[in-house]
Structure formats: C-alpha cells, structure tokens
C-alpha cells in the first residue's frame, strides 16, 4: 500500500503539461478542481442550496478561477460543455471562469462525506464519458474525490487534469496548475 501512495504522489508530481493541440473533444475530458475555497469537507450544517453553509472562494480563489478561464480560452479554441458539481464554490469557479453558462451536473458531486456513494456515482460518470459524443470538450469543475477517484492523482485546488477516455479507462495525459 505504501508503495502505491508513494508511486502516486510522485506519478502526480511529475506528470506532463497539457498539450493543448491534441486535445480531441470526442475522447477528452478536462476535469477541474474548484478555485481556493480555504478549509476541507464542508461544516456539519451544510445545506447543498445554501452558500452560506458551505465552503466558499476566498479573494484568491476568484481570482484563480478568472485566471482558470483565461487560460483554457487562450489555449484551446473549440467549442466547449461546462458542467459543474452543484457545490457553491464549483459552481462560482466556474461562472468566474467566464466560459459560458455552466449546467449541473450532479455525477461530479462530492462524496466527501458520504462515501458509500463514491462506487455508485462513479460508475454513473465513467458511464456517461463512455457514452459522450458530443463534438464539445466537456470541461467540469468539480471536487477533489471525484477527480482522485477518476485518476487516482491528488489535484491543487485550481488544477486541469485532461483525461482520455481509451477504450473505457480514464486515462491522466497531463495536469498544469493556475
């Protein structure tokens, strides 16, 4: 077990930036963590349609989702589906982003706290990234769990992950920080 925990961190340490020209809508993802919401998990009295319960951006957040959003648009310059968790902050991170309107999309909800739900909602999302096929690159903003869970890397708060579906393994092709 160590072994694996230690091949991970360094897998995630050391993994090649994105290359923005290969990116191909029809087999890749780009998953993002939230912008810097300061804290882990969320308080107990968390409420999913009440901000106010919730972990949210910090001054610097806000200004690393913006920086999110400017990024990905200079780099690549398809069509894209912005998709969010439900969770204030990743819903924030991504209106920041200045990308268009963001849909919910509850598959990439956090199970921070519940995680007899991670296998259940996990085979739900690889499901449907199997099934996409839409001529948009999905971009999601999401949490820290489910990007681990897809990958098996750790994310920052504000990372890229872009991840190509092969052959129904989600595979981690590159990862850059903002």
């Known amino acids: 077990m160590k072994l694996i925990l230690l091949l991970s961190f360094l897998f995630s340490h050391f993994c090649f930036a994105i290359e923005w020209k290969n990116i191909d809508p029809k087999k890749d993802i780009l998953i993002i963590r939230h912008a810097l919401a300061p804290g882990t ?7 999913l349609n009440d901000c106010s319960t919730q972990r949210n951006l910090n001054l610097e957040g806000k200004k690393q989702a913006r920086k999110l959003g400017k990024h990905i648009k200079s780099n690549y310059a398809g069509k894209t589906l912005l998709l969010t968790s439900q969770w204030c902050r990743c819903r924030e991170t991504a209106n ?22 991670e296998k259940t909602q996990m085979r739900s999302f690889k499901q449907w990234l199997k099934n ?17 869970a897809l990958t098996g890397a750790f994310p920052n708060s504000g990372e890229i992950f872009w991840v190509r579906n092969e052959k129904g393994s989600f595979v ?3 990862r850059e920080r903002i």
């Open 132 to 148: 996409y096929d839409g001529n948009k690159l999905p971009v999601m903003i999401t949490h820290q769990v489910v990007m681990t």
């Open 96 to 117: 920041l982003m200045d990308m268009g309107t963001a849909q919910d999309f509850p598959k990439i909800n956090s199970f921070f706290r519940q995680w007899e739900k």
């Open 172 to 174: 981690l092709k590159g």
């Open 41 to 47: 998990g969320d308080p107990d009295n968390f409420k």
